[in-house]
């Protein structure tokens, strides 16, 4: 079974309006971490956003947040007030507990904002 | 402060010769990954070093082999290129158990 499931198809959202991209996980871990890494058209994969599976507040950082429902196993990540530079593509992904530091990651959103 | 760098940036290959992908990072990192990114799946990890003097297999290890030359540097070696590992491989690194991962540039790999 996919340990990360990313299946929405391609998105597209109005440049300032809100976007949020849909991730859900499988573990049967109680200890585990969840990241969004964007992925620009350049190649290079940039961390986004941490959520551990013990905090209590969803994590925010500058206009990411994510939207951590934990009886549901879902990890979304919330853009506000999108860019153009936001164009991208965007990755879920999740570290268990006593896995050496391993990522497991989705298969990627792709995400264009429209001027 | 360079981050996680590799080299080469692209490679083209034919089929059944060798070559090594390098991976350094200047942030005094313990643990260091090798990935590939093909079209439609994601990242997956090749083999990591979680510390200096071990190396573990990942997801896809067949076809490659690695190694942590120190803290450093972590290498990647396809000895026999074929043309299953075209992709665009990527190295990281992280700071501890829970810390986030560093990507490198990537390579871009073609076997022909």
């Known amino acids: 079974a996919q340990k990360i499931t990313q299946t929405q198809p391609g998105m597209f959202v109005q440049e300032k309006e809100a976007v949020t991209l849909d991730c859900t996980y499988d573990?049967?871990?109680?200890?585990?971490?969840l990241f969004w890494y964007k992925q620009p058209s350049s190649g290079e994969m940039i961390f986004l956003i941490y959520q551990g599976s013990y905090d209590e507040q969803n994590a925010t950082e500058g206009r990411y947040s994510l939207n951590f429902q934990k009886a549901r196993k879902s990890a979304n990540l919330v853009i506000s007030a999108s860019q153009l530079g936001d164009s991208a593509m965007y990755f879920c992904a999740m570290r268990e507990y006593g896995a050496n530091s391993k990522l497991t990651f989705g298969k990627g959103i792709t995400l264009s904002v429209r001027p | 402060n360079a981050g996680v760098t590799q080299t080469p940036k692209f490679q083209v290959l034919k089929t059944g010769q060798s070559m090594t992908l390098q991976c350094a990072q200047d942030m005094n990192h313990n643990s260091m990954y090798w990935y590939r990114q093909d079209p439609g799946m994601g990242l997956r990890l090749i083999y990591y070093?979680?510390?200096?003097?071990?190396?573990d297999k990942g997801e896809v290890p067949n076809g490659y082999n690695v190694s942590r030359l120190n803290k450093r540097e972590f290498s990647l070696r396809l000895e026999s290129a074929a043309p299953s590992q075209t992709s665009v491989y990527f190295c990281?690194?992280?700071?501890?158990?829970?810390?986030?991962?560093?990507f490198g540039p990537g390579t871009r790999l073609t076997v022909t």
């Open positions: 990281a690194s992280s700071d501890g158990e829970w810390g986030e991962q560093y």
């Open positions: 573990t049967s871990d109680q200890s585990y971490g």
């Open positions: 070093s979680a510390s200096e003097g071990t190396t």
